[in-house]
């Protein structure tokens, strides 16, 4: 980092954020923050729950429980839970945090265009790159798209249809369904095997049958046919060709 550390031997960088479902992406920010000076100590800022839900929406784990899933992370050497969503000098001062590493990208909040303005004009602020390819809104999104499979998983596994939040007839209809995908199943699983027993084996005698009859007949047509000796008979009535040898009945040639 090009960012002056006045002459600090460790250097306490905050990072922040909802680290709901934490995943590899999460990691990989705090890392960054971990490896931009030699020693640094990395303090992680974890919003709370009632905040996250009134600014961001509603999160599938609980604030204690996102706030271990970082205190575990390796990379992570004090917890801050709950964490301003805001961020002041003032908060950064108390906590003796020399800098904060986020996206580089302005971070709105209602009338405010970026949150992090006042760090960044305090020259305290650490840009780090964000892993596209994975989110909690990405990993959420999975879910919903196989809504029934995961119903039906969690059902199979003896959760009751209160503790998924449906109704009767949803719980109803994907049983049916679950039945009606296993009768598909073993109607395919007989169908292939009826065909591996019998359509192969068939089909594979026949294509050796006629593999052995072109082969014979490849056979007869390169053996050997016997000699034999023709004789040509020439009319009479027609005259020798010229030139033929002990047969010079045409005239003798005229210079």
Request: with cysteine; glycine share 6%.
């Amino acid at each position: 980092s090009t960012q002056s550390t006045g002459g600090k031997d460790q250097i306490r960088i905050y990072v922040d954020g909802v680290f709901d479902m934490f995943h590899f992406g999460h990691a990989r920010y705090i890392l960054q923050a971990k490896n931009m000076f030699p020693n640094t100590w990395i303090v992680a800022g974890v919003s709370s729950g009632e905040t996250t839900n009134e600014l961001k929406g509603r999160t599938v784990m609980t604030e204690e429980e996102r706030c271990e899933n970082v205190r575990q992370c390796r990379y992570v050497d004090e917890v801050i839970c709950p964490a301003p969503w805001c961020l002041t000098l003032e908060f950064l001062d108390e906590h003796n945090i020399d800098f904060v590493a986020q996206g580089a990208d302005p971070y709105p909040m209602g009338d405010i265009p970026d949150i992090y303005k006042p760090i960044k004009d305090a020259g305290r602020f650490l840009p780090v790159f964000r892993t596209n390819s994975v989110s909690t809104s990405e990993l959420i999104s999975r879910i919903i798209a196989e809504y029934d499979e995961y119903l039906t998983r969690n059902l199979e596994r003896g959760f009751t249809r209160h503790d998924l939040g449906i109704n009767i007839l949803t719980e109803k209809r994907l049983k049916v369904k679950k039945r009606v995908e296993g009768v598909q199943k073993r109607i395919h699983d007989y169908v292939a095997d009826f065909m591996a027993y019998f359509y192969e084996p068939i089909s594979h005698r026949i294509y050796a049958y006629l593999s052995d009859v072109e082969a014979e007949d490849e056979d007869e047509s390169t053996q050997t046919k016997p000699f034999t000796r023709t004789s040509t008979l020439v009319n009479s009535t027609e005259p020798a060709k010229e030139g033929g040898e002990g047969n010079e009945t045409g005239p003798p040639e005229t210079k």
